[in-house]
């Protein structure tokens, strides 16, 4: 019989803080009974659509405070962590369209290589400051990660089906009131949507609602990118 609640998880790899909630969520499957989705969404997309002028960047008290609190909260779930150069105005410019795509492709052949092309292109970005906003950055981390018919991927990313995916991921998730990531759908059997919730500091309230453990970051989960 299957668990009585599901959780969905809506992320862009464009976040650090999806970043550390989804190492969170991931580490945390191996304790959990119950199903984890993840949802590749786009996030710019639930930006424009919130009309959310306040984000962390734009104030410059808060993009103070938000560097600071990223190298904090790496710190806890062990990730090697620096911020890009002119990281604020890259991500207040910078599209992610291309490589939320390939995951979509990357998760319609396999969800562990989708997790596997997710985690690389975080570390990519975040570890070593470099860009994964065009297809052959994009590409360059599928070759490191030896995925097999990479060029594939790559090519199905411009499919409808892909495109399409990509586009309902995001509507779900701004259907439900979502305005920033990551972002978490916790639902019943019958897909009825129990709770929404904002934030990777919100993983110890996820496992209580679902009466699941909390077992802080789990460091010795952690996988290399």
């Not at 991500?91 to 492709?105: D, E, F, N």
Request: hydrophobic residues 40%; aromatic residues 12%.
């Amino acid at each position: 019989m299957p668990h009585r609640k599901q959780l969905k998880f809506f992320f862009d790899v464009i976040s650090p803080y999806s970043y550390f909630g989804f190492e969170g969520i991931t580490r945390h499957r191996s304790v959990w009974k119950t199903p984890i989705h993840m949802k590749p969404f786009f996030f710019p997309a639930v930006v424009r659509h919130s009309e959310n002028p306040g984000l962390p960047l734009r104030v410059p008290v808060k993009e103070k405070y938000m560097h600071k609190d990223l190298l904090f909260s790496a710190q806890y779930w062990g990730i090697p962590f620096r911020l890009p150069k002119d990281y604020t105005n890259m991500m207040l410019t910078t599209s992610s369209i291309i490589p939320q795509r390939i995951l979509v492709a990357a998760q319609l052949r396999d969800n562990a290589l989708m997790e596997d092309v997710a985690r690389a292109l975080w570390h990519r970005f975040y570890a070593y400051g470099k860009p994964i906003f065009t297809k052959s950055q994009v590409a360059e981390v599928l070759r490191d990660l030896h995925v097999k018919n990479s060029e594939e991927l790559v090519m199905m990313s411009d499919s409808a089906e892909v495109k399409n995916i990509l586009r309902e991921n995001t509507d779900e998730a701004i259907g439900n009131g979502c305005f920033g990531a990551p972002w978490m759908h916790i639902t019943d059997g019958h897909g009825k949507v129990l709770q929404t919730v904002f934030g990777s500091d919100r993983l110890p309230q996820v496992a209580d609602f679902l009466a699941e453990p909390f077992k802080g970051p789990m460091r010795e989960k952690k996988q290399n990118a």
